[in-house]
């Protein structure tokens, strides 16, 4: 009886152990796992660092367009008023 | 003994399960809530990738279309060939502007070499750009128009001798050269002449400058002048 109860005892311990076990394995994250999300973290934060390099290289591109467009209008606007200017001059 | 034995097997479950206890703690993570985070990096990703092609397929755009564009100093090289002007005389052409600018203001010299300057100024072709055309055709224009007319309504005064009548004031040179004109300098002192027929040494009278349209007048009397014919007594 003695016996029976002390294997019983035992018995339970394992099975508490056991569960124990199960229960952190399945429902935590292992390292590993963790160690890859932090590192597609690091990824789509160089990305977003890209992403922003680009843009302001964009934007940085169109001023320069629109500039040198600003310019190109104004040489050709004072271009056909010295046309003008030459033509009233002629007559 | 049975007893150690129990407390031995209590205390073991007990750090097992502490232990099992921080080991959660220290993931700070579910499985679903690790999984949610992963998905959504996993589409930031897949937007961020997709926003840098897009992103440098325009700037390779931008690149091209700015690469294309005409230079400017073309454009400006073109525009100062119409004129035949190169930097250098535009510079040039603008500082003898401001010098003549200057002369006007200061009313330095004469107006005849002003005006002469400027119509050096409105012959170069240079005076068809923009920058200096109205400077050129107008403002000069005018601040020399403004000078001429200045010099013509100032008055000279004139101190009488004996001997002198209006008429022959008026007929002077350095005045109307016109003996015709004496009723101008007769209006300009009316204060001081009480009948122009009588005038006397040390009057000083103003003599002003005869406007086109009284010019005209007394130079049209003087010609249709015909002397009265002898009398015969």
Redesign the interface.
């Known amino acids: 009886m003695l016996k029976a109860k002390k294997l019983f005892?035992s018995a339970l311990?394992m099975l508490?152990?056991i569960s124990?076990?199960s229960?952190?394995g399945c429902?935590?994250?292992s390292e590993e796992?963790?160690a890859?999300?932090e590192a597609?973290?690091i990824?789509?934060k160089a990305?977003?660092k890209?992403?922003n390099s680009?843009?302001s290289?964009?934007t940085q591109?169109?001023r320069?367009?629109a500039e040198?467009?600003a310019?190109?209008e104004k040489?050709?606007k004072?271009?056909a008023?010295?046309?003008a200017?030459?033509a009233k001059?002629e007559n | 003994m049975k007893g150690y034995k129990l407390i031995a097997t209590i205390l073991s479950l007990l750090l097992l399960l502490s232990v099992s206890v921080i080991a959660q703690e220290e993931k700070e993570m579910t499985a679903e809530e690790f999984q949610k985070e992963m998905n959504r990096l996993t589409k930031e990703k897949v937007e961020l990738t997709k926003q840098i092609d897009e992103l440098k397929s325009q700037i390779a755009d931008l690149k091209a279309k700015k690469a294309a564009l005409r230079p400017v100093d073309e454009a400006k090289a073109e525009l100062l060939a119409l004129v035949g002007a190169t930097d250098a005389s535009m510079e040039r052409y603008g500082k003898e502007i401001t010098d003549l600018e200057g002369k006007i203001r200061r009313r330095e010299g004469s107006i005849e070499d002003a005006e002469l300057a400027l119509q050096n100024l409105q012959n170069d072709k240079i005076s068809a750009c923009p920058k200096y055309n109205d400077k050129v055709f107008n403002q000069l224009t005018s601040m020399l128009e403004a000078w001429k007319a200045e010099e013509a309504s100032k008055e000279v005064v004139y101190t009488v001798v004996k001997g002198d009548c209006l008429w022959k004031i008026a007929k002077k040179d350095e005045f109307y050269g016109n003996g015709f004109a004496w009723p101008v300098i007769y209006n300009a002192n009316r204060d001081q002449i009480k009948n122009p027929d009588l005038i006397y040494p040390k009057q000083q009278f103003k003599i002003p400058n005869l406007t086109e349209e009284e010019k005209a007048k007394y130079d049209k009397a003087r010609a249709n002048y015909k002397p009265a014919p002898p009398t015969q007594n």
């Open positions: 005892t311990a508490m152990l124990m076990i229960f952190v429902s935590g994250v796992e963790m890859n999300l597609l973290r990824e789509v990305l977003q890209e992403v680009l843009k290289e964009k591109l169109e320069e367009i040198h467009n310019q190109l040489v050709a004072q271009k008023e010295v046309e200017n030459l001059r």
